[in-house]
């Protein structure tokens, strides 16, 4: 029996007073958080870190596991709730410290809906504080001269297929673009328009960030473009022993230099929407140690994949893209911008375009955990399942009842060619996709794939042709498991909640 409360009381107001002054530590580290996420434009909220202490403070908590679950689930809402106060009044703050640039800026092309440009440089404005309206400017080379006289003109990047047209209409060309024979930035100085090219130093930015090394090394470059001249110089620049460019016409005497050292591809082969597409094969170059690739959509060109399966250093074309860009920024508001920010924006392009790509058996849980991941980020959910379903007008059971399952089969290869080319997608498999490896470079070229791993005793077996019994079901685990293994870059236990599954895959993209 308690004889004396007044003393338990007592106890209760130290701990009190020492609970209050460990959550007024707290709430000066969110500050400390606030400030770093609204430097570097984060959200406030991390549900992956929530979910995990969550989680360890439920085990650790016993009998009392609800009561410090809701404790600590306030604390959060309270310290996200300080957050957002402290960074809406840090960006008001910001904004009046940014600088305001009236004229056009923008990418000066043709076919330009693919392009990453908008939001690369709305991410540098960002980060150095300068407001700036970068649009995509599509120019009929019928307009090209109107649209370069134009007054208002402040800074321009340049792409096909104007990258030799402009220097017609620029008063000051760069040594850079002396050297290339064309330009990619164009930027209005005290009443000139002045040609750069920024290239080089993109191309030589990706191949020092790759560890790839071409000093003392024999390299061939796939095409004659203006990514090949920008290839050529940066690699001259590093040191390269010999340099051989190949025309198209010339692929046919490749034999004649199997002995290089580096691959370099400049052409548009492979480029979205052709994916799948390359030139050559490595296996023809045994000595070859590097392979870089300028294209960036998609992540992993026909070409990086081959590099990949043989086991070769590679490198796509996003970090050129990211660095060219920061180049030009440099250029059209005289400042020098970091490394740093370009691998920030190089990462975010990467797990923003990067699709997620979800495998494992007939009712593991895909479809549902892929909605409720597309709810989450906003993300395009692709079920390949219906996808099929939709074109034939039938459901997948009555296409493998009626014409076989080899049929089917065609058919999901089909669709996930055309879907994988996508970016930034949640694509849910069929449960056998993975069993035709001719799948694989399709889900690779843009994936990350997940292995969603459910307890047999789980899965479902109505409606199902192909495991219809818990004996077929066993067998076909038995087959799939290696092959969903072997494809996976990732792999998920789901026997818990699609919560949890959900908050597991999102914390490692």
Known sequence: MIENLDEIRDQLDKIDKDILSRFLERMKLSEQVSEYKAERNMPVEDTQREYEIISEVSELSGEFSAY???????????????????????????????????????????SLAHS??????KELGLRGKVAY????????????????????????NVTIPYKKAVLAFCQELSDDVLRIGAANTIVMKKGKLCAYNTD???????????????????????????????????????????????????YDALGLHADADIIVNTTPVGMYPENGE?????????????????????????????????????????????????????LFFDRNMINATVEDITSMLYKQNQNIILTGMPGCGKTTIAQAIGEKTGREVIDIDKVIEFEQKKSVAEIISKYGEETFRN?????????????????????GA????????????????????????????????????????????????????????????????????VEKILKVL
């Open 411 to 431: 058919l999901e290869h089909q669709a996930i060619v055309e879907n994988c080319k996508l970016s930034n997608k949640v694509i849910a498999l069929g449960g």
């Open 200 to 250: 080089i130093a993109g191309f030589k930015y990706m191949i020092e960030k790759s560890n790839i090394n071409v000093s003392g090394k024999k390299c061939v470059i796939l095409g004659a473009g203006g990514a090949s001249k920008a290839a050529r110089c940066g690699l001259e620049d590093l040191g390269a022993r010999e340099i051989i460019i190949v025309t198209r016409e010339g």
């Open 68 to 110: 410090t679950t809701a404790l600590f689930r306030t604390i959060f809402e309270l310290s996200k709730d300080y957050q957002e106060t402290w960074i809406k009044a840090y960006n008001e703050d910001e904004k009046r410290k940014v600088v305001q640039m009236p004229g056009v800026y923008g990418l000066l092309g043709q």
């Open 434 to 501: 993975i069993l035709d490896r001719e799948n694989y470079p399709a889900l690779h070229q843009n994936g990350k794939i997940f292995f969603i791993r459910r307890d047999i005793t789980l899965l479902p077996t109505d409606d199902r042709p192909l495991s219809k019994s818990p004996e077929t079901l066993m067998e076909m685990q038995k087959i799939r498991l290696p092959l969903y293994q072997d494809a996976a870059d990732v792999e998920i236990e789901n026997n818990g909640t699609i919560e949890e599954a």
């Open 133 to 156: 309206d970068y649009k995509l400017l599509e120019v009929a080379p019928e307009n090209l001269e109107d649209f370069l006289s134009r007054s208002d003109i402040q800074g321009l």
């Open 278 to 330: 390359k030139l050559i094969s490595l296996k023809s170059f045994p000595r070859c140690s590097g392979v870089i690739d300028v294209i960036y959509n998609p992540l992993r060109t026909a070409l990086l994949l081959e590099a990949e399966q043989l086991g070769i250093p590679y490198v796509g074309g996003l970090s050129m893209l990211v660095a060219q860009a920061r180049e030009s920024y440099n």
């Open 116 to 121: 990453y440009s908008e939001q690369i440089h």
